[in-house]
């Protein structure tokens, strides 16, 4: 039975997508050319904030005062989970070296970045988990100078919480400044802060655009989308549950796509019918989100068993993955694309928000195909070396000839013929392309 649509979405995150390229290509180049000045300018106009960009210490213990202690707790719980992993994933990428030939050895070296810029949402929501998950990380990679910006409220500042938090987590200046021009600021060493050589973190299209157009002059985590989830549930999944799960995710914007994918069409009907009344029992503003979402991005697709549903997972390819089906073995070893993978109903895509340890920065719109999601290893270059003695550089030197001239590089070939000639005077040596 081929796959069966018993909601089909009507549109895709990339349906009527807006061209801002123009727009952030011309706010890149004024802070570019003009430096503060257009970054203040900018913020003004579209953070509608004229206040310290910044942020001092006192404004930051000020913050700290308006955390309650609850919250803080749960702030250091979820950033301890995150190290730890992070920890977990710098141990796992070690440096080495290796006799390749007698006498020539190379070499791997795993070398932080200087300097990395954290962007933290803090338009609709207060993204504390993205202050965690971005800042943390780099701290622990071992980041020379790590900055972190973040749209202020007008009159207000950062919101609190987000500037504990980025704190508490390592980050060396934060800036109050959002959209385009805080990104700029951070890549063009503005306001004090070393020039960054990787720029990290969600945030909305500008943010996004602004980091596709940088890419290359800096490094970038990945070019994000809308979020997006899956949900692969069989007959032993908890219907309620399932649907609880879905709309946890949709409430993200009007635009992030949910599917579930299934072989047991009464689980699929039961799902469907709950939804909207789960959707109608939100908070206005998540309502409204949910609901585009569902109506327009959402999908449910029943499947003829397990294969078909594991390959229908695999050509989505989406951020989040969530497995409530029997066997979560088999569904670990057999499912390969997915940006994070929550494989049991005890684990769900809110734990990896903004709590359970693994990052939250994940590849969107179907890159998870080719790529993970933000971890210590991105903060970090995976440098070579090598080193040879003369005898072990001799049959190095006479294959690099050779292959040179076979390519048409004769100053290539050159310099290994020079390094024979001295090494080795008095021998002759075929370095010729031809047989």
């Known amino acids: 039975m081929p796959r069966a649509y018993l ?5 895709t995150a990339q349906t009527g ?16 050319s003009e430096g503060e000045p257009a970054a203040r300018r900018y913020a003004a106009e579209f953070d509608r904030y004229e206040g310290n960009v910044v942020v001092t210490r006192d404004e930051i213990e000020a ?11 749960d702030i250091r719980f979820a950033h301890d989970n995150i190290r730890r992993f992070a920890e977990a994933q710098k141990a796992s990428l070690s440096d080495f070296e290796v006799e390749i030939l007698p006498g020539l050895v190379a070499g791997q070296r795993s070398i932080p970045c200087r300097a990395a810029g954290c962007y933290v949402p803090g338009g609709r929501y207060s993204h504390i988990a993205s202050a965690i998950m971005t800042v943390t990380t780099a701290k622990v990679a071992g980041c020379g100078h790590i900055a972190a910006c973040s749209p202020p409220r007008p009159g207000v500042g950062i919101a609190p919480a987000i500037l504990y938090t980025a704190d508490l987590c390592g980050a060396d200046t934060i800036l109050a400044m959002g959209g385009v021009q805080g990104v700029a600021s951070m890549v063009y060493g503005l306001f ?11 945030g909305n299209q500008f943010v996004a655009e602004a980091k596709r157009l940088l890419f ?3 490094g970038i985590d990945m070019i994000a989308g809308p979020t997006d989830s899956l949900i692969l549930a069989d007959a032993t999944a908890d219907p309620e549950i399932v649907a609880a799960d879905l709309v946890g995710q949709a409430e993200h914007g009007y635009n992030s796509p949910v599917w579930l994918v299934t072989d047991h069409r009464p689980l699929a009907e039961a799902v469907l019918a709950r939804v909207p009344a789960l959707i109608a029992d939100l908070p206005d503003l998540n309502r409204q989100n949910a609901e585009a979402a569902w109506r327009d991005y959402a999908e449910v697709i029943l499947c003829d068993g397990r294969d078909e549903m594991a390959a229908t997972a695999d050509d989505y390819a989406p951020e989040h993955l969530s497995v409530q089906a029997a066997d979560p073995d088999w569904w670990l070893g057999r499912l390969a694309c997915y940006g994070s993978l929550f494989l049991g109903e005890e684990t769900t895509v809110a734990f990896g928000d903004k709590a359970s340890g693994p990052n939250h920065v994940l590849p969107t719109s179907r890159s998870a195909r080719y790529t993970g999601g933000l971890s210590v290893h991105k903060y970090m270059k995976v440098v070579t070396w090598q080193r040879s003695t003369r005898e072990a550089a001799r049959p190095v030197a006479e294959a690099t000839a050779r292959i040179s001239r076979l390519e048409g590089m004769e100053a290539h070939a050159r310099t290994a013929d020079i390094r024979l000639a001295k090494y080795f005077p008095g021998r002759n040596f075929d370095l010729s392309a031809d047989d």
């Open 192 to 202: 004090g802060l070393p020039q960054a050589d990787i720029i990290v973190g969600p």
């Open 17 to 32: 997508a807006a061209d801002v390229g123009e727009a952030v290509r011309a706010i890149l180049s004024a802070i570019e």
């Open 63 to 73: 913050a700290a005062r308006q955390v309650p202690q609850r919250l803080k707790d």
């Open 216 to 218: 290359g002059r800096v």
């Open 7 to 11: 909601k089909k979405a009507s549109r």
